[in-house]
């Protein structure tokens, strides 16, 4: 059937055209592409056709009623699932048969779990639900606790190498020329200068208060009373060549020890000296500037203690020290190295065992997590009763403790003889001097103001029979390669 195409001719009707003619069919088909046509950028006027006068053919829509009548539907307000979580608007019917084609949304705390079709098959029977875990056993919890703790403790000593890497060891503004002596202030100050001395010729420390440590980033209320910063000072005047400005130094720090409670009038002992100074400057300072100092002077080790009765392994992860005390009692035929094999393995006396709560002597062995860039080994030559052991060890210029590192500490912990601290005399009176290498490879005896050129056989002098000077600090730095 022949469709019939309206031409306006006048605003009181239309005109008919007649279906008949083929040609009228070619240009209502043609009007009717052109008027459907669209537009790249319908918002240009220029783009636009501006038809005048042209017949438009009329679209009828041909409604195809249903002889049925369909169900009603009607926009309603936002349903509300469980939990009072709103959902989008939807078009819901009110016949029953549609309105059960709508899928709802489950329920989230169902407590059946959703069907998978292989319940009947047996394939599921082994295997837990989501909503019913298999319960953690105290087992369960104890092996998680263990490896977070562990991995927390890996990445701890990470970022400690990360940090000691930072901070330089080379001697760039340090000239050997400059090694000067200290005046001995009040007579007493020896074990202090000594102890100075081999800090001196130990670059990390002076790097590490010159670059993250300066005067305008000192958060101390009173920049007098800065332990750091009156070091730094120190090191600064020291490395100038400036005897003047070095007793100045020393005067001034001299001073702050006092205001921060060093209450040591008399002699006292470099090693306790040392404590002291670490813990003011931990104390003092930020810890995101003191971590560099934590991260290449001080150890973190890992000790297990094995229970003889039930074979339980008792773990400690992270034990922080800073300097290694070796006992020299009971002895050992041997060289440094061997006292330091009973310092990573010995026995303990007296353990009560956390699994089976017996008590009894069991063996405790130790390993270094986290390896510093400088190792400090103290000879224990002075007992509780304040009696001296003099007797000799030998030792080399080389310290290798890479046998006693974990797993995964891959750190190489090969060292080199920097600085000794050797004293003489005996408990009633005594001397402490430093034997120390400087930029040029060479060694030298700082004896409080006194310079002695000297060679590395008195360094490694274990303190034999007939001389006075025996080794108590030792002073390694990492070999870098």
Not at 56 to 79: D, E, N, V
Not at 108 to 120: D, K, N, V
Not at 198 to 218: D, G
Request: aromatic share 8%; net charge positive; glycine share 6%.
């Amino acid at each position: 059937m022949a469709r019939t195409y309206l031409k306006p001719q006048s605003p009181q009707g239309f005109g008919k055209f007649s279906p008949s003619f083929s040609s009228d069919k070619a240009y209502a088909r043609f009007q009717s592409k052109a008027h459907n046509t669209i537009l790249k950028n319908p918002h240009r006027k220029s783009e636009r056709p501006q038809p005048r006068n042209l017949p438009l053919p009329l679209r009828i829509k041909q409604i195809k009623m249903s002889t049925s009548t369909s169900p009603s539907t009607k926009r309603t307000r936002p349903i509300t699932d469980i939990g009072n979580h709103p959902t989008k608007h939807r078009r819901v019917s009110s016949d029953p048969i549609i309105g059960s084609c709508i899928r709802e949304r489950p329920a989230r705390c169902s407590s059946e779990p959703p069907a998978t079709g292989l319940e009947g098959c047996g394939i599921l029977e082994d295997v837990s639900s989501k909503c019913n875990p298999t319960p953690i056993t105290k087992d369960d919890k104890d092996h998680y606790l263990r490896r977070a703790k562990n991995f927390s403790h890996n990445w701890a000593n990470r970022r400690k190498r990360h940090l000691a890497k930072k901070v330089r060891s080379d001697w760039s503004g340090m000239p050997s020329s400059a090694q000067q002596g200290m005046k001995n202030l009040t007579g007493v100050l020896c074990y202090r200068h000594s102890l100075f001395q081999a800090i001196l010729h130990c670059p990390q420390v002076a790097h590490w208060l010159r670059t993250y440590h300066s005067e305008e980033s000192c958060l101390v209320d009173k920049q007098t009373s800065c332990t750091a910063c009156q070091l730094r000072t120190v090191i600064q005047a020291y490395w100038s060549g400036k005897p003047a400005e070095l007793t100045k130094a020393l005067e001034n720090i001299n001073k702050v020890f006092k205001t921060n409670g060093w209450s040591q009038s008399g002699q006292a002992d470099p090693d306790e000296q040392l404590t002291w100074l670490i813990g003011q400057m931990r104390e003092q300072l930020p810890q995101q500037i003191y971590a560099y100092l934590d991260a290449f002077i001080n150890f973190s080790l890992d000790s297990s203690t094995s229970c003889t009765k039930c074979g339980h392994v008792s773990t400690n992860f992270g034990e922080t020290e800073g300097v290694l005390s070796v006992e020299l009692l009971p002895r050992i035929n041997g060289d440094l190295s061997k006292y330091l094999n009973k310092y990573f393995s010995y026995s303990v006396e007296g353990y009560k065992c956390d699994e089976c709560k017996e008590t009894s002597d069991n063996r405790r062995s130790r390993l270094i997590s986290h390896s510093p860039d400088i190792v400090i080994l103290q000879m224990m030559r002075f007992d509780p009763m304040g009696r001296k052991d003099k007797h000799p060890v030998p030792f080399s210029s080389t310290l290798d403790l890479n046998a006693y590192r974990t797993s995964t500490n891959k750190a190489n912990s090969t060292y080199s003889l920097a600085a000794v601290v050797q004293h003489s005399g005996g408990t009633g009176g005594g001397h402490y001097r430093c034997v120390a290498r400087g930029k040029d490879q060479s060694w030298n005896i700082f004896d409080d103001a006194r310079v002695i050129r000297g060679k590395e056989s008195l360094a490694l002098d274990p303190g034999s029979k007939g001389k006075n000077w025996t080794p108590y600090l030792l002073f390694f730095q990492r070999e870098r390669k």
